[in-house]
C-alpha cells in the first residue's frame, strides 16, 4: 500500500482529520486483505498532491494497528536540512521497537523547488548529501558506539545512538528510483529499488533484468547490509463491473500522474493559493495514467501476473488518489482480498526461497566489500559545570550546593566570572 494523502480542494474543516484516520482504516483492512507493506511518503509543501509531512509519525500509528504488515518509509529525505541523519537513526530505530522489527527503511533526495529551496538544500548536490547521509546513518544504527564523522555536508563527534533497532544491522535499505539510471545505482549500492513506477509486463522485464545483472556484477554496499528487491507502483481501484471501477478510479490516477508532474516539472505555484484539483480538470491528461490495475477482478488479476511473471518482488498499490471516496476504497481493498490476491501469496514464500538460493552466492560476494566498523574509544565528555569549572572559574565562585546553582554556573560562563 502506498500512503500519498492526497486531499484535493477545496477542503473544509476536519478534512484532515478524516482523511489521516480513513488512512489509518485502510492500512487495517489492507492488513487483513493480505497485503504486507504499508509505504508512507515524506513530503513538503506540495498541497493537494501530498499531505504525508510525517511519515515516522503515520507509521507509528500504523504500527499499533497492525501486526504483521512491514512498515515503509517510501521515503526518508536524507539531505541532512531536512533530517539530521543521527534523527533519521533514531526514529528508525524507535519505530523498528515499537512495531516488533517491522521497519523498511526508504531513502531519497527529494527533487521539487517548493520541498528543496524551503529546506535550503542544494539541488545540484542533493545526491551526494543523501549518499552521505544514507552510508553514516547506516553505520550509526550498528555501531556502539559510532564513531563520529567529519564530511562534506553534516559532521558530529563519536556518539552512541540510542536505541538500537532489533533488526540488525539496519532495517532493509532502498532508494527511490525515477529512471532507469537510478534502479542500476540502487543495485550498484546494495539498495532496494523502489521505482513508483506504472509500468506494463514487458516494460518491467527489462527494468528487473537490469537490475539484478547489475547487483550481480558491481554491487559495492552502501549500507551495512544488501536488500536486492525491486518494486513497482499498480494505481489500483477493483469492482465487480470493468466500467464502475474505471469511473470510480481513473480520474484520481490521472490526478496522481498529473499533480506530480504539476509539482516536478511543468507548475507555478503559489503556497495556500493553489487549485491543483480544479487546474486539472482544466487540463489535458494521459487517458490511460494509472489505468493497469483499474477494473474487473479478472483485469487486476491479470496485470498482477504480468508483473509477476517479469520478476518483479514488490506491487505497491497506489489505493487512494485525487477524490476517491473512502467506501469505494475500502471495499477495493476488500475485493482485493478475497478475489486477488490469495493466489499470488500461495506462490510467494516459494518464489522468495528459489531467489535467496539463487542469490546466496552474489550476496556473500557483496557483503565482502562492506568497510568493517573501526573500533573506537571516544573522548569523555565532561558535563558543562565541569568543563566551565576547569577552564574559568575555582571553587570559590561556586556555592556549596553546586546542584542548585546551575544560574550562576549560566552568568559566569556566558559573562565570564566578573559578572
Known sequence: MFFELQLPRPWADGDEATLFQNALEWAELGEQAGIGYAWAQEHHFLEEYSHSSAPEVFLAAVSQRTHKMRLGHGINLMPPAYNHPARVAERIATLDLVSGGRVEWGTGESSSRLELEGFNVNYVEKRSMWAEAVRECAKMLSAEPYPGYDGEFFSMPARNIVPKPIQRPHPPLWVACTNRETVKLAARLGLGALTFAFMDGAEAKFWVEEYYDTF???????????????????????????????????????????????????????????????????????????????????????????????????????????????????????????????????????????????????????????????????????AYQVLWQRQAAGNEQWGAKRSQDAANMWRLNVGGAGQ
Request: proline share 6%; hydrophobic share 40%.
Open 216 to 382: 550481480r556484477a558491481e554491487c559495492r554496499p552502501l549500507g551495512q547490509t544488501v536488500n536486492p528487491n525491486i518494486a513497482m507502483l499498480a494505481g489500483v481501484m477493483v469492482n465487480e463491473d470493468d466500467d464502475e471501477a474505471r469511473r470510480r478510479g481513473l480520474l484520481g490516477q490521472q490526478f496522481f500522474k498529473w499533480a506530480l508532474a504539476y509539482y516536478f516539472r511543468f507548475g507555478t505555484h503559489t503556497p495556500g493559493h493553489g487549485e491543483l484539483w480544479q487546474q486539472f480538470l482544466r487540463s489535458e491528461v494521459d487517458p490511460m495514467a494509472g489505468v493497469s490495475a483499474i477494473g474487473s477482478v479478472e483485469r487486476v488479476r491479470a496485470h498482477f501476473a504480468e508483473l509477476e511473471e517479469a520478476g518483479v518482488d514488490q506491487v505497491i498499490l497506489l489505493q487512494q488518489a485525487g477524490n476517491y471516496e473512502h467506501e469505494h476504497v475500502c471495499e477495493s481493498l476488500s475485493m482485493l482480498g478475497e478475489q486477488v490476491l490469495p493466489q499470488f501469496l500461495e506462490r510467494n514464500e516459494e518464489r522468495r526461497r528459489r531467489k535467496q538460493e539463487e542469490l546466496a552466492p552474489y550476496i556473500e560476494n557483496a557483503l565482502a566489500n562492506v568497510e568493517p566498523m573501526p573500533t573506537v574509544t571516544p573522548e569523555p565528555v565532561e
